[in-house]
């Protein structure tokens, strides 16, 4: 328009991207499906207290499932459900539905052959950090 009308040229409109949070920290994903795997990885491997940042001391990791599966924090959503994909289990966050497949659908679960670490998709496999 500009070059041969020598006419200004509109502005764009800005498209607005929606952004999906994760309940644990400030981080958001343009993905939705990109959120589970941050849980899992960064969230996921600390077992040593609330990832929704409650006072709860936690010293085992039996404690740590039955904590997230009473927890009280206003960062779990009422409304929030994860379906296990392999069954009909619905449980009210995603760490409780990572923590439920590795136990129950190990045979789905992918292993790295040098630390033993187990992870729900392949891909999380090959963006960990072997620490040996």
Same mark, same amino acid.
């Given at each position: 328009?500009?070059? !041969?009308?020598?006419?200004?040229?509109? $502005?764009? $409109? +800005?498209?607005?991207?929606?952004? !999906?949070p994760c309940d644990m920290c400030s981080k958001t !994903? /343009? +993905?939705?499906?990109?959120?589970? &795997?941050?849980?899992?990885? /960064?969230? =996921?491997?600390? #077992?040593?207290?609330?990832?929704?940042?409650?006072?709860? #001391? @936690?010293?085992? &990791?039996? /404690?740590?499932?039955?904590?997230?599966?009473?927890?009280?924090?206003? #960062?779990?959503?009422?409304?929030?459900?994860?379906?296990?994909? =392999?069954?009909?289990g619905v449980f009210r966050n995603t760490l409780l539905? @990572?923590?439920?497949?590795l136990r129950e659908h190990g045979e789905k679960s992918?292993?790295?052959? /040098?630390?033993?670490?187990? =992870?729900?998709?392949?891909?999380?496999?090959? #963006?960990?950090?072997? +620490?040996?």
């Open positions: 328009m500009k070059e !041969f009308h020598n006419a200004p040229m509109p $502005p764009r $409109p +800005r498209l607005q991207m929606t952004r !999906f !994903f /343009v +993905r939705k499906a990109s959120m589970p &795997e941050h849980v899992e990885l /960064v969230h =996921f491997s600390d #077992k040593t207290s609330c990832p929704y940042e409650c006072e709860t #001391k @936690i010293d085992s &990791e039996a /404690v740590w499932v039955t904590h997230l599966e009473s927890c009280e924090s206003p #960062k779990i959503t009422a409304n929030s459900e994860c379906v296990c994909q =392999f069954c009909p539905r @990572i923590d439920h497949h992918y292993s790295c052959c /040098v630390c033993k670490g187990m =992870f729900t998709l392949p891909n999380l496999l090959q #963006k960990h950090n072997c +620490r040996y």
